[in-house]
Each structure stands twice: as structure tokens, then as C-alpha cells.
């Protein structure tokens, strides 16, 4: 076991000040860049050689694009100053209080790899895991020190998305949550706690409700892959930029969510039966919904919000007036526009 890290005062709710970062992929790369540029020593193992030598420039050049975006607030070089690439697993997690793992998605290799860190590391140090899809009750649950052992899920692309999901094991300590909580808060993610292990965690649920209907719509021949990315992208994906999903049912109805659950609750149960589903919002949760709801938003009246909704809105779409994205050219397609004479004023 390497020696521990050195104590702390603030020790109890402690945030780390050297994160080991294991695994030098996307994913690997991002948290090292976000934990570097929130002032945190980053110290990174990666067990291909190759990617291991390359992973410092990978760091430095997507560190030089976030600062020509302005998006850094400090040089690349002082950033860089904290990132470290180790030649092996033990160096890198000498030192560090807490661990960020970022391999591959396959359990047996995550098992194998956490029991290295149970052995390697001091029993204070959180060990937490990337992972998309694998509960640490399947990789962690043999370990001797399973209670420091949870997931910490980024949303992709990390640096961009500040969402990270916090999955604890019915064995995971209140003390290794609120260490990760603590980690994420100083590194300008917001962490979403989990109140327990689900298969896909929260982030990958709400977008496997989408894709079901999606693939179903371009399936059944309703509407193309494309328009299904355009209605998301410049439709519903904007609008959840500003407020979320609940957020928009309380605004887009007037008597708000629970009105909106009155009329349209039965149509998306329907919906949700024709696609083998049978999941109806209960009464009880769209009562907590909508008074949780309530609570968070700025003014007492409904107009008053749907008015700051419409100002966010507007102040976004200002924005993006001169935002140039080659991956969504919506310009109106040349065959839309073949017969298309323009509009005259009648006689
Ligand atoms: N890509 C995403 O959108 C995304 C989003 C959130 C979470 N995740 C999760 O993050 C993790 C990493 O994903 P990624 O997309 O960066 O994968 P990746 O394949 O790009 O990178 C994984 C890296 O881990 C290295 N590796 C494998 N075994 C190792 C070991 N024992 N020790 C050290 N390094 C090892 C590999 O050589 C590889 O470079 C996965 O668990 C994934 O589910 C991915």
C-alpha cells in the first residue's frame, strides 16, 4: 500500500487536492482537464503505452482550444503545471486522495482493477468510477473496503456538460458521497446524487425514453432521422437548455404542471401503452413534482415566470444568432425550396 495521503484539517468533508486519473481515453482526458483547470493536481496512469505518451499533448492541445474560446481562467502552461503522466498504476495513486477511474466499459477488467486499487491505496481515499453502465455493487462488492467505492458519472463531453451523476452502492459510506459531492462542487461540475443503483443511472435513462420513440418514428416511417435530430436540436433540445423537462410542463400550460398532467398525462400514458409500456404519471409524484417545482421558481405568479422563461429565451436565441455549427446546417434544403414562390399579397 503506498503511504497515505498526507492528513488534512478539513479531513470529514474532505475535497481532494490530487486526483489520480485512471485511464487516458476521452473521458480520462476530460476529467483531467476539468480537475487541472479548478486548480486540482491531476496524476494520470494509462496502461497502453502509446496513449500514455500521448495523453499529455491530448491535455495540452484541448486545453489550448478551451482558452482560445476564452473558456480558460488561467495560461495552459499553469494548468498543465499540475497534470502529471505516471508510469505505473501504484505511482499514480501515490499521494492522491481520490481516484477517478476511466477504463474501458468491461466489468471483469474494472473488478480486477478496483481490487488493485483497494490493495494500493489508503482506506481513505474515495474510489470512484466513470462508468455508463456497471453499478459499483458489481465491481466493488467483494472488495475489503467497499464503503469508499461508488460511481461518479460525467456527461459527455465533460468540460461542456457540468452534470456528473453520483451512484452510490447500498455499501458505499455517506462520508464517500459527500467527498464526491465535494470533489465535483470545486470543480464547477454540479453533482446529481442518486438515491439508488438503477441499470443506466438517471442521465442514460431520459435519453433511452427518447431514443425508443425516436428509432420507433423513423421505424414506422412518421418522420426521418434527420427531422428527428432537427426537432430535438432546434425544438425541444433548446428549450431544455433553459428550463428542463418539469420546469416546462408547469410553463406551457396555463394552471402549470398539474393542469398539464390533467390533459396531456392520459395521451402520453396512451402513448406509452402502444409502445408495450405501461408506466402512468401517479397522482402522488405529479403532487411532489409540482410543488417541487413551485418552490424553485423566481415569482409567485405563472405569467410572471413564463415572462422569464420567454427573456431567457430571447437572451439565448441572441446568442446564437451568429453561432456557426457545421454538424446541424439548417438552412433550407434545395428540393424544399424547389416550387416554393414567394407569398403575394392577394388583389
Ligand atoms: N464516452 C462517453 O460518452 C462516456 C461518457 C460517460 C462515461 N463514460 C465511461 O468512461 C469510461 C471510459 O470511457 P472512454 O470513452 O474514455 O473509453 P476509451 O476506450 O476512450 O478509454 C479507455 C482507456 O482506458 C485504458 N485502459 C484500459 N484498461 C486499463 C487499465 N487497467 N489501467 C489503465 N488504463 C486502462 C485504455 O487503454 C483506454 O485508453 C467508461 O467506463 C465509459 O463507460 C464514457
Known amino acids: 500500500m503506498t503511504s497515505p495521503p498526507p492528513a488534512r484539517p478539513d479531513a470529514a468533508a474532505s475535497v481532494a487536492d490530487t486526483v489520480a486519473v ?25 496502461a497502453a503505452p502509446g496513449v500514455r505518451r500521448a495523453a499529455m499533448d491530448e491535455v495540452a492541445h484541448m486545453l489550448g482550444e478551451l482558452s482560445g474560446a476564452g473558456l480558460l481562467d488561467e495560461p495552459v502552461a499553469t494548468v498543465l503545471k ?28 474494472k473488478q480486477s482493477l478496483f481490487a488493485q486499487l483497494d490493495a494500493l491505496t489508503d ?61 465535483l ?11 439508488r443503483e438503477i441499470e443506466g443511472f438517471a442521465f442514460n435513462r431520459l435519453q433511452a425514453a427518447m431514443l425508443r420513440e425516436a428509432y420507433c418514428l423513423v421505424r414506422d416511417g412518421v ?15 433548446l428549450r431544455w ?21 390533467e390533459v396531456l398525462g392520459p395521451v402520453y400514458a396512451r402513448i406509452a401503452v402502444e409502445r408495450g409500456g405501461d408506466n402512468p404519471w401517479n397522482p402522488d409524484t405529479i403532487e411532489h413534482v409540482a410543488s417541487t417545482i413551485e418552490q424553485r421558481l423566481p415569482h409567485p405568479a405563472w405569467e410572471d415566470n413564463v415572462r422569464e ?26 428540393e424544399d425550396l424547389a416550387g416554393v414562390t414567394p407569398m403575394t399579397a392577394p388583389q
Open 185 to 195: 462542487l470545486r470543480a464547477r461540475l454540479t453533482p446529481i446524487v442518486l438515491g
Open 309 to 334: 422563461r420567454d427573456r431567457a429565451m430571447m437572451r439565448l436565441a441572441s446568442l446564437l444568432q451568429h453561432f456557426d455549427n457545421p454538424l446541424a446546417d439548417v438552412r433550407p434544403r434545395r
Open 223 to 237: 418522420v426521418s432521422a434527420e427531422d428527428i435530430d432537427t426537432l430535438v436540436r432546434e425544438g425541444l433540445g
Open 22 to 46: 485512471i485511464g487516458a481515453g476521452s473521458i480520462g482526458i476530460a476529467w483531467t482537464i476539468i480537475f487541472a483547470s479548478a486548480g486540482i493536481r491531476v496524476r494520470i496512469f494509462e
Open 82 to 109: 499540475r497534470v502529471e503522466v505516471l508510469e505505473s498504476l501504484e505511482a499514480a495513486v501515490s499521494g492522491a486522495h481520490f481516484v477517478q477511474e476511466c477504463v474501458i466499459e468491461d466489468l471483469g477488467v
Open 123 to 183: 482506506p481513505r481515499v474515495v474510489l470512484a468510477s466513470s462508468t455508463s453502465t456497471i453499478t459499483a455493487s458489481a465491481f466493488a462488492a467483494g472488495l475489503a473496503r467497499r464503503e469508499r467505492c461508488l460511481v461518479v458519472h460525467p456527461a459527455n463531453p465533460p468540460y461542456f456538460l457540468r452534470v456528473a451523476e453520483v451512484v452510490p452502492a447500498p455499501f458505499t459510506a455517506a462520508s464517500t458521497v459527500a467527498t464526491a459531492r465535494a470533489l
Open 241 to 261: 437548455s433553459v428550463i428542463g423537462p418539469f420546469t416546462t410542463s408547469e410553463l406551457n400550460t396555463r394552471g402549470g404542471l398539474r393542469r398539464h398532467a
